[in-house]
């Protein structure tokens, strides 16, 4: 790329499924996202990308489509979503950045970025990018951890937080991880070629003794009722908004029909192919095939 790349918040070698996910007592989260996901998925679609896939926790969601692939920066979280999900044909597993995706021009019809977007310094960039990997009239679902919650709402208040959860500027409160405000992230998703359908408002009850006290049932059926009303509001810790593409497909390069990946270091689409590499036949790069994943960071 020849704009400056920003920092990438690198999941290698991390237990982040286990440790946040499987004994990190987020049962509630995990399932409201579920609702959420089930409410906006389009029911049935050929080919759906998932970025930032980790290791595949909503990959079977996605069951109405044919194919999946899941793009993620870290090899080792997406060998445990294949350890997960299994090595048949209906998912590919590529290792690449989401700021230059390794695919061609109005590839995909349906996308999904849950819990992406709070790592991404530059998300507008990325949005861009991936318009244009999808085609007109796709669905994408994006996730985002919304600034303007209640919690900081009051902590703003009371004066136990310097930013204001107001303004639209992103906030970092710690490094690599940043919150957005709703109506920034609706700009950049207007400007980068989408059209707002649908925003759901998730995770209304993430308070800890709440989530002590009340069944987890409980909590996801109130969760999900609640949900309905992000339309008009928003002021809970995530934020699920199902757009679709407007506009002509953006084309910038003329794929050879059936080409699927792009050289990130060329954007040339043809390579030669052994069982152990991808070679971009334009710049000679070679990108490596480890164990069914797709490798394409690092050039
Ligand atoms: C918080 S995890 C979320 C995983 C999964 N979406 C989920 O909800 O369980 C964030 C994921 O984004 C990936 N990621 C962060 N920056 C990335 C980038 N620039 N390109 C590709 N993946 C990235 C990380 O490797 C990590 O697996």
Redesign the pocket.
């Known amino acids: 790329m020849s704009e400056e790349h920003p920092p990438?918040?690198?999941?290698e070698g991390s237990d982040?499924?286990t440790s946040f996910?499987d004994q990190g007592g987020r049962a509630y989260e995990d399932q409201v996202e579920a609702v959420a996901l089930h409410r906006l998925l389009p029911p049935s679609g050929e080919l759906l990308l998932?970025?930032?896939?980790?290791?595949g926790?909503?990959t079977s969601r996605y069951r109405g489509f044919k194919r999946v692939v899941l793009?993620?920066?870290?090899l080792t979280?997406l060998q445990q979503a294949q350890e997960r999900l299994g090595k048949s044909g209906r998912y590919i597993y590529v290792a690449?950045?989401?700021?230059s995706m390794p695919f061609v021009d109005a590839l995909f019809d349906a996308a999904t970025m849950?819990?992406?977007l709070h790592?991404?310094a530059e998300a507008s960039r990325v949005l861009a990018q991936i318009r244009r990997v999808l085609k007109q009239q796709s669905t994408f679902i994006l996730e985002f951890a919304s600034k303007q919650n209640l919690k900081a709402i009051l902590r703003y208040f009371l004066r136990q937080q310097d930013w204001s959860p107001f303004t639209p500027e992103q906030v970092e409160f710690a490094p690599l991880n940043f919150d957005f405000h709703p109506k920034t992230v609706r700009a950049w998703l207007s400007e980068a070629g989408f059209e707002i359908n649908r925003q759901l408002t998730v995770s209304h009850f993430r308070i800890g003794l709440l989530k002590r006290l009340i069944p987890t049932k409980i909590l996801v059926a109130l969760d999900s009722i609640a949900q309905f009303t992000g339309n008009w509001w928003q002021l809970t810790p995530s934020v699920f908004v199902k757009s679709k593409t407007v506009g002509q497909d953006i084309i910038l390069s003329y794929a050879k029909a059936g080409a699927f990946f792009r050289c990130p270091s060329c954007e040339n689409d043809e390579f030669a192919e052994n069982p152990e590499a991808l070679i971009c036949v334009s710049c000679g790069s070679t990108w490596p095939i480890v164990d069914g994943i797709y490798d394409f960071r690092g050039k």
Do not use: M, P, T
């Open positions: 990438i918040c690198d999941y982040y499924q996910w998932e970025l930032g896939a980790g290791a926790r909503n793009l993620d920066y870290s979280q690449g950045d989401v700021y849950i819990r992406v790592h991404l």
